[in-house]
């Protein structure tokens, strides 16, 4: 699987903000507003316990000033009344528009991750767990979503009322404010401190068995029809119960740094209420504060606490934000490993030739090349075998037709272009492939034959899967070519699945056509008519036919044969077969099949 890489906490924070700042970018007019009316709703919530203390130092005047006490209690009791629409409608409008905003950049998010992932090379797909991509993605999508909230609906506001009451209090009792400030800087570090140090790294941990859970839970589903051939499914329980099991232990501990974290957060919340009390009874005492200040100071400190209480959590949301995030933000910044070149035009195909001039390639990891100077040229039109053991370069070959790799030396052209300067888009366009194992997508049957051309009317999907032997078994279906194949084409048969992708390569109508193993494995009936299919298809087309079974080239214009990565023999099959100790003869001598062995001198 491929291990991302992982960073310090300070870093891990900087980059989540930073990549989620950047998103706020194109909503940032929407931004500013949502900040600027959480913040105006928030002051009116600071300002409400101060005209709740004027209200009781009115009532508190008693007989003597009756009438002047109700005008001023009826100012007070309005102003806290006006401040209450002003927060609702603030807040309101605040939560209102966060929503759409949110989802915006939530979609756009995951959509920039899948086409990111779409496009890494085949080696980085070969590395990777499809079920845990897929996990990283979504949970950080929905992160995302959680450190919105977090940072524009939790902690802003948050940080609003503590200046705003710490300003208010220390205006009028200085000492007062000292306190509430003293108080709130030491929840709000300890707060800060205990997630970064002591939640966040065993929460980073978690989510690397989450991670890994996924994709244990994808791999054995994926390959569910060979769990079965084995009977394995108890193999596969224990093997999931493994990763379960790790995923419990980290987990656990996770969540119980957060109860002892929210313990402490607690005690000290106790030790600040206890001092603000203390110290607005002293000042009562000493006739610096009335009644209905003691009211004021009281019911701020609530409010606060309130805040105060729910910064721990929201620090804590941060962090798990910026944990389940992480992994979204490595994979945006994993490089393209194979890349179009800046302003790369589109391939041009006119007749279809395809030539390796002194190619090199190296595969990452091994101590020597594959190709050293590989020449070869395929003329356009010309249908061409690749044959060889296994590991000897033939499907390396297709592959760097197809730019799937990037060679380490030399060109390949079609047509005199140059293809790691054309889009890769574009080049593979141009080729048809039929792999040894036909993969479908859990679509219809309608889907998969269209792949290559979704536009394709229902007609010419008909006349593909008629000319790829498609249509005698689909046409049997219930639900025709409206029918599901299942993951992965599980609900057809090799063969069928076989003439389905021949049938895709027929409707895609590409000038260059790979065939890869086409008949292997399949019984001899569909091998029969795959075969035919296999020829109409490639009648004007340059084709490049991988097989190890012999009698699937016989008929090839012209055979190359590899061995360690250099084209040993080459020519047509009766010519290869007369050469007495040749590479191909032993080939067809190993295989024993009488209509090789015919062909020998």
């Known amino acids: 699987m491929t291990v991302l890489p992982q960073r310090d906490r300070g870093d891990a924070i ?85 929503v759409p905003m949110t989802l915006r950049i939530m979609r756009r998010v995951a959509e920039g991750a899948f086409g990111r992932v779409q496009r890494f090379s085949t080696d980085w797909h070969a590395n990777s767990f499809s079920g845990s991509v897929v996990r990283q993605i979504t949970r950080g999508m929905w992160a995302l979503d959680l450190l919105h909230d977090t940072l524009l609906l939790a902690l ?22 000292l306190v509430m400030a003293i108080g709130a800087i030491a929840y709000v570090g300890m707060t800060v401190m205990l997630s970064m140090r002591y939640i966040a790294p065993a929460s980073r941990v978690s989510n690397r068995m989450d991670t890994r859970v996924g994709g244990v839970l994808a791999d054995a589903l994926a390959c569910n029809a060979v769990v079965k051939a084995f009977g394995a499914e108890r193999r596969e329980d224990v093997r999931l119960s493994g990763a379960l ?50 009211t004021y100071v009281l019911t701020t400190y609530f409010v606060m606490h309130g805040y105060l209480r729910e910064v721990g959590m929201h620090v804590n949301n941060l962090q798990k934000a910026v944990n389940e995030m992480e992994e979204l933000v490595d994979l945006h910044d994993v490089g393209a490993q194979i890349a179009d070149a800046p302003g790369a035009p589109p391939l041009r195909v006119t007749g279809g030739e395809i030539r390796f001039d002194r190619v090199s390639f190296h595969y990452a990891g091994h101590g020597t090349p594959l190709y050293d100077g590989l020449d070869v040229t395929i003329r356009a039109g010309e249908r061409v075998g690749l044959v060889g053991h296994s590991g000897s370069g033939k499907s390396t070959f297709v592959k ?77 279906l219930p639900q025709g070519y409206d029918t599901m194949v299942g993951e992965r084409g599980v609900k057809l ?109």
């Open 14 to 98: 900087r980059t989540v903000l930073r990549f989620t700042f950047h998103k706020w970018a194109s909503e940032r007019r929407l931004a500013w507003t949502i900040a600027l009316s959480i913040t105006l709703a928030t002051l009116a919530d600071v300002f409400v316990p101060f005209f709740a203390g004027r209200l009781v130092d009115a009532v508190a005047r008693g007989e003597m000033a009756r009438e002047a006490a109700l005008t001023e209690g009826l100012w007070a009791l309005a102003s806290m009344a006006a401040l209450g629409l002003v927060f609702l409608a603030c807040r309101h409008f605040a939560w209102t528009a966060v």
């Open 156 to 177: 802003l506001p948050s940080m609003v009322v503590l200046l705003g009451t710490v300003t208010l209090l220390a205006v009028q009792w200085p000492i007062m404010g």
């Open 245 to 294: 099991g790790d995923w419990t232990r980290e987990t656990h501990r996770t969540w119980m740094r957060h109860t002892w974290s929210g313990s402490a957060q607690i005690l000290v919340l106790w030790i600040v209420r206890v001092s603000i009390a203390g110290v607005a009874l002293a000042l009562w005492w000493q006739g610096q504060a009335s009644a209905g200040d003691l």
């Open 400 to 476: 760097l037709v197809q730019r799937l790799h990037d060679v380490s030396g030399g060109e390949i052209r079609i047509d005199g272009q140059t293809v790691a300067d054309v889009t890769q888009e574009s080049l593979r366009r141009q080729i048809a492939i039929v792999p040894q194992e036909s993969i479908l997508f859990h679509r219809s049957l309608r889907d998969n034959i269209a792949y290559g051309r979704p536009e394709a009317t229902t007609g010419e999907i008909e006349r593909a899967a008629a000319l790829a032997h498609a249509a005698e078994f689909v046409e049997r």
């Open 493 to 601: 048969s090799g063969g069928e699945r076989q003439r389905v992708a021949l049938a895709r390569a027929f409707l895609a109508d590409a000038p260059i056509l790979i065939l890869d193993e086409a008949t292997s494995a399949l019984d001899s009936e569909s091998e029969r008519l795959i075969q035919e299919a296999m020829e109409r298809l490639m009648v004007g087309r340059t084709a490049l036919v991988i097989a190890h079974r012999l009698s699937t080239v016989r008929a090839l214009d012209r055979i190359l044969v590899f061995e360690r990565g250099r084209v040993v023999e080459e020519g047509p099959h009766d010519a290869l077969m007369r050469r007495p100790g040749g590479v191909y003869r032993r080939l067809a001598e190993r295989q024993g099949e009488p209509s090789l062995l015919r062909d020998a001198g």
